[in-house]
C-alpha cells in the first residue's frame, strides 16, 4: 500500500491515466525555452524560460507534462 509517509519530497500520488489507478509519481520541474534563443537579448532571457512541472509515473514510465505551472 501507498502511504504518505513513504513518499519522498520529489513524490506525489496522483491518477494515473495509463494505469487507470492512483500510482506513485516523480515530479520534476524543467525549464525550457520557449524559442529557438537566437534571438534574445540577454536582458530578455528570463522571458524567454517557461518552468515545466513533469509527472512521471513510477508504475508505467509515463510522462506527463504541464506546460506551465499553474498560478491557482
Ligand atoms: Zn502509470
Redesign the pocket.
Known sequence: MTSERDLSRNEVVRR????E?E?RHEVRISIERTTDGEDVAPQNEKYARSPSRITV??????ETRQRRVQHD
Open positions: 494515473c491515466e495509463r494505469c489507478t500510482t509515473c513510477l508504475a508505467c514510465g509515463s
